[in-house]
């Protein structure tokens, strides 16, 4: 665990103290918290949280992560999409205590050193990225997706990106955005292979 983990789970932990009810008070309710452990984007955290905090609200609002967007707050959007151990889920209807010890990726865990990932890349120059707000939970279902199907088809595409809804332009750029970035990594995977 780094230094910075353990200043995080310290503060939190003095805050919660601050927070306890004094006894006595009337009316007073000691919220129930635990200490959530998790690899987010590759890195060990533990952070002490609320049991009832979502996951996108302790993505945003404890570790900062605002590339995971809050949509209509429950379960129709998929703007709020992370991975957990590879595979998609809302963190709107997720509470950070269920990925316990799980390993998470949101759109930020996505590049690669620094850079733009062949996936966010596609979407960028593709013209998928369209208003921004639903692109992150787009990018990483097509990432969930292309981890399991290097090579889907366009049905196969409609289909895993079915729970994530555009509201306002369309899904062509998208799904061409996928396209170029499942032919960008099959060739990038050949050449080194
Ligand atoms: S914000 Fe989670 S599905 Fe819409
Ligand atoms: S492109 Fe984001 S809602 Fe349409």
């Known amino acids: 665990m780094t230094s910075t983990t353990a200043t995080t789970a310290t503060t939190a932990q003095a805050s919660a103290a601050s927070d306890a009810p004094t006894a006595g008070t009337p009316g007073a309710k000691k919220r129930a ?5 998790l690899v987010l984007n590759g890195r060990e955290r533990e952070d002490l949280i609320p049991d009832g905090l979502l996951l996108l609200d302790y993505l945003r609002e404890v570790v900062g992560l605002t590339g995971t967007k809050q949509g209509c707050d429950g379960g129709e959007c ?8 590879d595979q998609p889920r809302l963190a709107c209807s997720t509470l950070a205590v269920q990925v ?3 390993r998470i990726e949101t759109v930020e865990g996505l ?3 620094g850079t733009m990932s062949p996936l966010q890349q596609a979407f960028h120059e593709s013209l998928g990225a369209q208003c921004g707000f639903c692109t992150p939970g787009m990018i990483t279902t097509a990432e969930a997706l292309l981890r399991r199907n290097p090579n889907p088809s366009v049905d196969e595409i409609k289909t895993a990106m079915g729970g994530n809804l555009c509201r306002c332009t369309g899904y062509v750029k998208i799904i061409e955005s996928v396209q170029v970035a499942a032919a960008t990594r099959n060739a990038s995977a050949r050449a080194s292979s």
């Open 100 to 102: 316990q010890g799980r």
């Open 33 to 37: 918290r635990s200490i959530l452990g």
């Open 111 to 113: 590049t690669e050193g």
């Open 78 to 85: 998929g703007a709020c999409t992370v991975l957990v151990d």
